[in-house]
Nanobody, 125 residues
């Protein structure tokens, strides 16, 4: 049984930092690309960042480029999102997701097979 569990969310003031972690079990972690998505109330789910199964390739949305850093530790089956210079617009539920397929745009949620329950990030102004 595949389990995807996000931790690390919380409340922070604008300009602050948070580190989100995602622990994956029940699959061969280094055969999956990983992504972070977020969804704010009343808004559609948005792709935030992506990392390839080897860790060599990363992508970021324009809104977080330069502020967020994605990384993974395949030995520990863990995905991390370092979030710096947080803004109130970053407030959302953050989800970790795994995709096995090759190809296709990284921002498409449809390509991800396994999802966590999410962790809430709230940034106050």
């Amino acid at each position: 049984q595949v389990q995807v569990v996000e931790t690390g969310g919380g409340m922070v003031q604008a300009g602050g930092s948070l580190i989100l972690s995602c622990k994956v079990s029940g699959l061969i972690f280094d055969t999956y690309d990983m992504g972070w998505f977020r969804q704010a109330p009343g808004k559609e789910r948005e792709a935030v960042s992506y990392i390839s199964r080897t860790g060599r390739t990363t992508h970021y949305s324009d809104s977080v480029q330069g502020r967020f850093t994605i990384s993974r530790d395949n030995a520990k089956n863990t995905l991390t999102l370092q979030m710096n210079t947080l803004k109130p617009d970053d407030t959302a539920m953050y989800y970790c997701a795994a995709r096995r397929r090759f190809g296709g745009i990284w921002t498409s949620a449809a390509y991800y097979s396994y999802w966590g329950q999410g962790t809430q990030v709230t940034v106050s102004s």
